[in-house]
């Protein structure tokens, strides 16, 4: 039922190789999310991989965000960029003080990011590397 974006793993290697620390920080079970990364050639890009348990806890994003900055060593939200495709990763983003990014070629809308408060919004993947510089 997954598939891949055209230019996902291009832009995983750029942001790689510009020194960039990738984290998932996502509400799919992190047993689940792992295994999907592992099928796709992805889990290697990933330092963590951060998502919900499968006992009911840590579902929200908000938590799961702050769980994966809590897996990075608690880094400075200035240093940090959310990226997602949806409302509830940019209200995450906002409850835990970062930058957040909105994809447009993800399940959300322009209209549904902006409305959440994105920070910016990228409408490639290939525009996601100029808009994590720092």
């Known amino acids: 039922e997954n598939v ?59 938590e799961v965000i702050a769980y994966a900055l809590e897996q990075n060593g608690m880094p400075s939200p200035s240093a940090v960029k959310m990226v997602g495709d949806r409302k509830h990763d940019i209200l995450g983003a906002q409850e835990n003080h970062i930058f957040s990014i909105g994809v447009l070629y993800g399940y959300g809308s322009r209209e549904e990011l902006s409305s959440a408060g994105a920070d910016a919004l990228a409408d490639s993947p290939a525009a996601l590397p100029g808009l994590c510089r720092f």
């Open 4 to 62: 891949v974006y055209a230019g996902i793993p291009e832009m995983l290697q750029k942001l790689t190789s510009e020194g960039h620390i990738l984290t998932v920080a996502t509400s799919k079970p992190t047993v689940y999310a792992r295994q999907i990364l592992e099928h796709f050639s992805l889990s290697s890009y990933f330092a963590h991989i951060c998502g919900s348990n499968l006992d009911g806890s840590r579902v929200k994003k908000g």
